[in-house]
């Protein structure tokens, strides 16, 4: 065994939460205004402690269980070296906007105490490691468009790394305010990935539905379009083992922003284009989408943001050594 080969990280669960489905068929369908009651916190989490949550926080607790329940849950993982990682960039965006109201109207003394603590961004992610007894860490990313992908990047270098054992890692949105000029590509839902070593997985017997390697980079806003296209080459680069973008199938999660032309232009012409939402979830459904599909070959989904945020993640399918390893045979007396 190799030391890529000890590393290397496995998904053993995904949890989907969308207006568009309950499971990873949910990324081919087209985003639209979310139905009137398509989520109810006492469908998915129980009748009693949820009611004051944040729809953000309901949404990602709800994908969790998902994904324990796919994964085979986490009692094999000891709770110090159980972490988390969430991305969100418009998870408390209803909630500060009816705090603002709130305060605007009458005064501060006013904000509820069950909801105040989620001004924190922070609290989405530590509200679900709460839940699930995380106590290694949890980390909360923001970056536009390129959270959810950036909140995998990190889960896969610290279980790389030994720095946990297994890992929730995915993303969380609410939809936008009336009022706000992204408003038409609001999103909702969220999407939860169990991460954990391939050598841990095989060795309980686990279902890998694949494996991740996320790169992630900038790209400055405003860059000429030949030296954008030059960059954005660069930030893209080689894949796992050279794997090169022209031997994958490309899903591109792109507005239309000079830093998505940039892209485009450094993908090639040989491209799905899948409309990016106003925030970070689109790339987690379309990779959801992706594991245990029964692909045969590399997937690479690309996203990019207006801000300059330019991410890359390679879903590769899983092989024969994540089957679990044979039984030995007793020696007979």
Request: proline content about 7%.
């Amino acid at each position: 065994m190799t030391a890529l080969d000890a590393t290397r990280v496995a998904v053993t669960g995904v949890g989907v939460v969308s207006p568009r489905g309950f499971d990873g068929s949910a990324a081919g369908r087209e985003r639209t205004a979310s139905p009137e009651g398509w989520f109810d916190h006492r469908t998915h989490l129980g009748r009693r402690g949820y009611k004051y949550l944040p729809t953000a926080a309901q949404y990602f607790l709800a994908a969790s269980n998902r994904a324990l329940e796919a994964g085979g849950g986490l009692d094999h993982a000891p709770p110090e070296s159980r972490g988390a990682a969430v991305g969100t960039n418009s998870a408390a965006e209803a909630l500060h906007a009816a705090m603002d109201t709130t305060i605007t109207t009458g005064s501060a003394t006013d904000l509820s105490p069950a909801t105040a603590p989620f001004f924190s961004i922070n609290l989405f992610g530590s509200r679900m490691a709460m839940e699930h007894g995380l106590q290694g860490f949890n980390l909360t990313l923001t970056s536009p468009r390129v959270a959810g992908l950036e909140a995998i990047q990190t889960g896969l270098r610290s279980v790389g790394l030994g720095r946990a054992d297994w890992l929730l890692a995915g993303a969380t949105e609410e939809a936008l305010a009336p009022l706000d000029p992204a408003v038409r590509d609001s999103e909702a839902g969220a999407v939860a990935l169990v991460l954990e070593p391939a050598r841990d997985a095989a060795a309980r017997g686990s279902d890998v539905l694949g494996h991740l390697v996320v790169r992630s980079g900038y790209l400055p806003p405003g860059t000429p379009a030949p030296e954008a296209r030059e960059r954005a080459g660069r930030i893209l680069g080689e894949g796992p083992g050279g794997l090169a973008l022209r031997d994958a199938t490309v899903v591109a999660v792109v507005d239309d922003s000079p830093v998505s032309a940039a892209v485009l232009g450094a993908l090639g012409t040989d491209v799905r284009r899948v409309p990016a939402g106003a925030g970070s979830l689109e790339p987690l459904l379309q990779i959801a989408g992706l594991l245990g599909s029964g692909a045969e070959g590399p997937t690479a989904v690309v996203t990019a943001a207006a801000q300059g945020n330019v991410a890359l993640c390679w879903v590769i399918p899983p092989d024969r050594t994540d089957a679990a390893p044979a039984a030995t045979p007793r020696d007979e007396a």
